[in-house]
Structures are given as C-alpha cells and as structure tokens.
C-alpha cells in the first residue's frame, strides 16, 4: 500500500512539477508575465492559483492529505504550488511569503503549531490573499483567516475517553501519547479525552503523557519508556494518532505482552494499518479523522476567488471505528 501511494505521488509530482520542498509552481509562468505586460490593471488568474503550505510528511494521514490535496488539484486543473515544510514552522511561513509575492488567489495551511502565525497573515491580508486553515487551527483573530476545514479535536478526545472506559470497565492506568507540543490537534484531543475523565470516569487515570511528535518511530520509543517505568500497572494507551500506536504496538510486544489484549489501545485518525491491526487483535479503537480534505480545499478557493463567503468552520463529518467490525471495514477503507 505504502508502494503505491509512493508510486502515485512520484507520477503527480511529474505530472505536477513538485518538488519535496521549497515550492514551485505548476503553471505557465511566461504566459502570466505577459499577460501583466500588456495589461495596465492587475490580472486575473484564469485558473486557480493556489500556494499550499504543507507540514511534512510525519504520518500516513498526512501522506493521504497531501495526495488528496494534489490529487484535486489535477483532476480540477488547478495551478498547485506545493511546500513541504518538514515539520519546521519557519519553512511554513517561508512558503506563505513566497506564495503572496507570487501572488497566488488564496493560500492553504496546516499549521504545525496553534501559535506565531499572526505577522504572517497578516501579510497575506495586506496583499488581498485570504488564508484557508487546513486540518490544524492556528491561534489568531478571525479576520486572519476565511475559514478552518478539519475536525473537531475536542469531540475526537472525548469519544476516545468513552472507547477506552469501555474497554477498561470504566477503571484502570493510561499513558498518553500526544502529537507534536503545540499544534491544536495534539492539545485538544488532550484536553478533551482529559475532560471527559474529569466529567465521568473518576476510576480511570492517566499515570503518563509524553509527546511522541505523531510519528510512528517516537510513538515506540515513549512506550518502551513507559513500560520500564510503570511494569505491569499499564492498562491502556491512549495515542493522538494512530501511528504512534502502531509504534506502541511494537513495544508492547517486545515486552512480551499482547496488545489489544493486556494492553488496550484507543487512538485517533482511522488509517489502514490500524485497521490491519484490530483485525489482527493488537489494537483496539480508532476515532476516525478525516484527510481527504483536498475537495473541500479547492471548493472553498474556488469560492474566495468568485468573490463568495466561506464557512468559517468547515467539518469533517466522523465516526468511530472498533475491532469487532475492523475485518468488514477495511475494504472499504480509502486511506
Ligand atoms: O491526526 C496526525 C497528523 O493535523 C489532524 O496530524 C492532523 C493530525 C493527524 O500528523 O496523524
């Protein structure tokens, strides 16, 4: 699967002309010169120009993001400049300047972290470039940006809170597993799983929360931790996601436990390999998080550039997925 996905993003970055980094663009640049040449007024892009400042490649929902985004943009013959940003806000907010002075219709961003992006913005504010917030938040006024397309982090914390009372009986340890320190999808789904506790299972407890940077390779490191620290006394994991798990997975089992069984795992996003690893009966929930952002992306560019109002908050609709059905779902899984 992960050969495949590979092998269609090396085809649309030919197609594309994307590069891992830095950005470039996939239209016609001598053509739009000039244009300007020989017109006196700014001109209209014909097509739809978009820069898009993406976070990295840190997990496989990410990797379903990104070609959902530059799948769309082909199928719509969208003129994409794509940046990956590697994890670094700094690169993020190189990519966002690039894009105003190449003067783009409206920038897209997956904020890393909540903070710092106000400057920025509001430089893309000045230029007359609305900003689309893509799967993160980012921590500013509302007048920064047109609108948030993601999901809400709370609600996935708080689902996840009643997975795992289920498994454990409403009692038991957890360790937590956050995502990168600062970004608003790890601190809300903190939050949110840590409320509900508060609210309605006073018998269950976090005994340790680490971050593990939403990578699967950290997500194994800070459980192999946990598990010298606390032997025996860990009942569940509670990942931000779910590659971070099927990293927990692999220390669990190096421990010689059985995970999905002495230990139990909840985790969020809903990406086939966990999937394959409820059906296997190592994992147990996943609160699904929805990628496949790139329709609803260019459908709200489209509409900044024709001079229409977007939703400020545009929602992922999602469900919660568990290892009784995991063999029927995972056909039907689409990333
Ligand atoms: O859950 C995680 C990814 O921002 C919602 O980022 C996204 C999160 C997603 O790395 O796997």
Redesign the pocket.
Do not use: K
């Given at each position: 699967m992960a050969k495949k996905f590979f092998a269609l993003i090396v085809v649309l970055t030919m197609v594309l002309g994307i590069t891992g980094c830095g950005s470039q663009s996939t239209g016609n640049q001598q053509g739009d010169t000039k244009k300007t040449e020989e017109s006196t007024e700014k001109p209209k892009n014909e097509k739809l120009v978009i820069g898009f400042a993406q976070i990295g490649q840190?997990?496989g929902?990410?990797d379903a993001e990104t070609f959902s985004i530059l799948q769309e943009a082909e199928k719509l013959g969208v003129d994409l400049k794509f940046s990956d940003a590697q994890q670094k806000q700094e690169n993020q907010i190189k990519a966002i300047r690039t894009f105003i002075q190449q003067g783009v219709d409206v920038i897209g961003v997956?904020p890393v972290v909540e903070t710092g992006w106000e400057t920025v913005f509001k430089e893309a504010k000045d230029a007359g470039i609305p900003i689309i917030l893509v799967?993160?938040r980012a921590a500013v006024p509302e007048d920064l940006y047109a609108s948030f397309i993601?999901?809400d982090f709370i609600l996935e914390g708080n689902n996840a809170a009643d997975e795992m009372a289920k498994l454990l009986n409403n009692k038991g340890n957890i360790v937590e597993l956050q995502?990168t320190v600062g970004?608003s999808?790890a601190t809300d789904r903190m939050k949110g799983f840590k409320d509900q506790l508060a609210a309605k299972y006073p018998d269950m407890k976090i005994i340790a929360s680490q971050t593990g940077d939403?990578t699967r390779a950290k997500g194994k490191e800070v459980m192999e931790a946990f598990l010298k620290a606390y032997p025996g006394q860990i009942n569940g994991v509670y990942g931000?996601?779910?590659?971070m798990v099927l990293g927990a997975i692999e220390a669990i089992k190096d421990a010689g436990l059985k995970p999905g069984v002495d230990i139990k795992t909840v985790s969020?996003?809903g990406v086939k390999g966990l999937f394959e690893a409820m059906a296997a009966g190592e994992a147990n929930v996943t609160v699904e998080?929805n990628p496949l952002l790139g329709p609803q992306f260019f459908k709200a560019c489209q509409d900044l550039k024709d001079g229409k109002t977007t939703e400020k908050w545009i929602k992922s609709e999602e469900s919660v997925y568990r290892a009784e059905t995991a063999k029927d779902d995972l056909p039907n899984r689409k990333y």
């Open positions: 840190e997990s929902w990410r997956a799967d993160r993601g999901s995502g970004a999808a939403f931000h996601n779910d590659d969020v996003d998080c």
